[in-house]
Antibody, heavy 117, light 110 residues
């Protein structure tokens, strides 16, 4: 079964850091581009970051540029999001997503990040 | 990276048809036939309903259809059913961004 499972969410103070992980299974992880998408409470979906299959191409939304770092370990079938200098507005459910907008898209169930003092 | 514009809410009675619009720009919706639509029930992950403007993934009801004209894409749900009540989001490829989502539309079945 094709599956993405996010982990690493939790409560963190403003200015703090958190590292999210996404474990992939059921498909050849190294062949796929991956993304992080988030959804603040009661709000819409927001694309956060993209990484190519090899990791050589990376993009970020302006709202997280300079604070978040996406990476992947194809040997471990894992995707990561290092989040630094966290702000209240980063509070959201963070989804790991394969190939959004394509027929082969897959989403995890999400992990919740809460930034609060 | 501005979000695509969708109506906040659309409603209809069972059996009726409704259409949700998704307006972007010439840099996203207008430039690529890579618009998708997602359905999201409360507390759940988004589910792909339409991809590449008008294609349906396997298992999605043919009551869902998509189209595009210029910078505006549309999702039509025909024969509205109670289980269609959910939030709907459009998403477009946008080049180097590379994805931009819509603001979301809450569909209510009266």
């Amino acid at each position: 079964e094709v599956q993405l499972v996010e982990s690493g969410g939790g409560l963190v103070q403003p200015g703090g850091s958190l590292r999210l992980s996404c474990a992939a299974s059921g498909f050849t992880f190294s062949s796929y581009e991956m993304n992080w998408v988030r959804q603040a409470p009661g709000k819409g979906l927001e694309w956060v970051s993209y990484i190519s299959s090899s990791g050589s191409t990376i993009y970020y939304a302006d709202s997280v540029k300079g604070r978040f770092t996406i990476s992947r370990d194809n040997a471990k079938n894992s995707l990561y999001l290092q989040m630094n200098s966290l702000r209240a507005e980063d509070t959201a459910v963070y989804y790991c997503a394969r190939d959004p907008i394509s027929e082969t898209d897959v989403w995890g169930k999400g992990t919740t990040v809460t930034v609060s003092s | 990276q501005s979000a695509l514009t969708q109506p906040a809410s659309v409603s209809g009675s069972p059996g009726q048809s409704i259409t949700i619009s998704c307006t972007g720009t010439s840099s996203d919706v207008g430039s690529y036939n890579l618009v998708s639509w997602y359905q999201q029930h409360p507390g759940k992950a988004p589910k792909l309903m339409i991809y590449e403007v008008s294609k349906r993934p396997s298992g999605v009801s043919n009551r869902f259809s998509g189209s595009k004209s210029g910078n505006t894409a549309s999702l039509t749900i025909s024969g509205l059913q109670a289980e269609d009540e959910a939030d709907y989001y459009c998403c477009s490829y946008a080049g180097s961004t590379p994805y931009v989502f819509g603001t979301g539309t809450k569909v209510t079945v009266l």
